[in-house]
């Protein structure tokens, strides 16, 4: 499965962006789709995870209601709606694919190229 994330950017605080996490070359259909997030010298952070059918969403403690994760199976897309941007949320914003959902980047197969996300205080 290869994975494209997009629509990362700069944004002052308190503001909002949706990010996209699209598959090609095989439908991700079965998969669980996380999306992380990696500032410069920290460690790679779960952020969201949806399940194959999009009816169950996990989130990361720092982004729990100020995030929400959907997936589109028909456009074979992921999104990330990000409300309420503050500065600490600034960093490389990363889809995933997994047959089971997990916590840690290791439980990850298929990863997109990343998107930046800057937020402006």
């Known amino acids: 499965v290869q994975l494209q994330a997009s629509g990362g950017g700069l944004v002052q605080a308190g503001g909002s962006l949706r990010l996209s996490c699209s598959a090609s070359?095989?439908?991700?259909?079965?998969?669980?789709i996380a999306w992380f997030r990696q500032a410069p010298g920290e460690e790679r952070e779960f952020v969201s995870a949806?399940?194959?059918?999009?009816?169950?969403?996990y989130y990361g403690d720092s982004v729990k209601d100020r995030f929400s994760t959907s997936r589109d199976s028909a456009r074979n897309t992921v999104y990330l709606q990000m409300n309420d941007l503050k500065a600490e949320d600034t960093a490389i914003y990363y889809c995933?694919?997994?047959?089971?959902?997990?916590?840690?980047?290791?439980?990850?197969?298929?990863w997109g190229q990343g998107t930046q996300v800057t937020v402006s205080s």
């Open positions: 070359g095989r439908t991700f259909s079965g998969y669980y």
């Open positions: 949806i399940n194959p059918s999009g009816t169950i969403t």
């Open positions: 995933a694919a997994a047959p089971r959902v997990g916590w840690s980047d290791k439980d990850y197969d298929f």
